[in-house]
C-alpha cells in the first residue's frame, strides 16, 4: 500500500472518529438509517405477517448497513466543491498535484523575485516555485529575462544592500507578473519578504494584500477561465499563525469577497499536496464552504 493511502486512511479514522463533526454524521446518518430500515421492516412485518428472518440478514440491515452509511457519509472527501450562483463562480479545494491541474496556475515567489534554484538558501528544492522551475524554465536565464522584462514597468521598492545572496532589487508585497507557457497564463505572485538572512516570511496581512493584487492579475490575464493555486503560505513562508486550513479559508474568503464585486475567474482550484492531507480537516473545510 502507497504512503499516501496509509496517511489517507489514518487521516480518515481520525477525522471519523476523533473530531465531533466527524462522530456526529457518522452518528446521524448510521440512525437515521437504522431508523428507515426498523420502519420498512415494521411496515413489511404488518403486510406480511409470516414473515420469515434471516438472523444474518438482520444483522447486516439493522447492524453492518447502517454503521457503513455512516461512515461513508463521515469520511472525508479527496474534493469539495462550492457552487455560488450570484456570482456564476466555482471554488474547489481537492488533493493532488498543482502541476497537473490543466488550467492556469499560480506560483509564490518573494519580493526580490529569486530564481536561484541551486543553492537551498535561496529557493528550497521542494518549494513550489523550483518545482514550477524544473519543470517550466529549466534554464534560469529563460525566466529571469521573462520576469524581468515585465518588472520593468515596476516601480522596485527598495535594495536589499545587505542581502547575502541572490538578487537584491525589492519590489512590492503583491507585486505579479503573467507568463505565458504551453497556453497557458502562469501568475508569479510576491507574497512574502526575503530578508537579508535569505528567510522569506510574510504576515496574515501581505498575503491579504498579495491575494487581492492576484485578483486583479488573473482578471486582466485569465480570460476568466479556471486557475489552480496551491496554499500560499502553508511551507516556507514562516506564517505560524495560521495552519493549512486557515490559509485555505483566508484564501477562499478573499477570492468570495472579490467575486462578489467583480468576478476574475469561473473557477478557482486551491490544491492540497498529498503529504499534507493529514493537516485538513476536510469535514471542517466542508462545513465552512458551505457559509461561503
Known amino acids: 500500500m502507497g504512503v499516501f493511502k496509509i496517511r489517507r486512511l489514518r487521516q480518515g479514522f481520525s477525522t471519523v472518529f476523533c473530531s465531533r463533526r466527524g462522530v456526529k454524521i457518522l452518528l446521524r446518518d448510521a440512525l437515521a438509517t437504522f431508523g428507515v430500515i426498523g420502519g420498512s421492516l415494521q411496515v413489511y412485518d404488518i403486510l406480511t405477517p409470516n414473515a420469515n428472518y434471516q438472523p444474518a440478514l438482520m444483522v447486516l440491515a439493522l447492524g453492518v448497513t447502517p454503521v457503513a452509511v455512516g461512515l461513508h457519509r463521515a469520511w472525508p472527501r479527496l474534493s469539495l466543491v462550492r457552487h455560488l450562483e450570484r456570482p456564476n463562480v466555482s471554488i474547489q479545494v481537492l488533493v493532488g498535484d498543482l502541476f497537473e491541474q490543466k488550467t492556469h496556475i499560480v506560483v509564490g515567489f518573494t519580493d526580490t523575485f529569486d530564481t536561484d534554484i541551486s543553492d537551498a538558501r535561496i529557493i528550497h528544492p521542494n518549494s513550489i516555485q523550483a518545482q514550477f522551475q524544473r519543470k517550466f524554465y529549466p534554464n534560469t536565464c529563460d525566466l529571469d529575462e521573462e520576469l524581468n522584462n515585465t518588472l520593468l514597468w515596476t516601480r522596485s521598492e527598495s535594495y536589499a544592500t545587505n542581502k547575502i545572496l541572490g538578487k537584491s532589487e525589492r519590489f512590492p508585497i503583491g507585486t505579479t507578473v503573467a507568463l505565458q507557457k504551453d497556453n497557458r497564463i502562469i501568475l508569479c505572485v510576491a507574497y512574502a519578504r526575503m530578508d537579508d538572512r535569505m528567510v522569506a516570511r510574510a504576515s496574515v496581512d501581505e498575503i491579504w494584500h498579495s491575494l487581492a493584487k492576484l485578483w486583479d492579475s488573473i482578471d486582466i490575464h485569465a480570460r476568466r477561465e479556471p486557475v489552480s493555486m496551491a496554499i500560499i503560505g502553508s511551507q516556507l513562508a514562516k506564517v ?53
Open 240 to 292: 505560524d499563525s495560521l495552519d493549512r486550513a486557515s490559509l485555505i479559508r483566508l484564501i477562499t474568503l478573499s477570492f468570495v469577497a472579490r467575486s462578489r464585486s467583480s468576478p476574475v475567474t469561473n473557477q478557482l482550484n486551491i490544491i492540497i499536496h498529498p503529504s499534507d492531507i493529514e493537516e485538513v480537516d476536510m469535514l471542517e473545510l466542508s462545513a465552512f464552504l458551505a457559509t461561503v
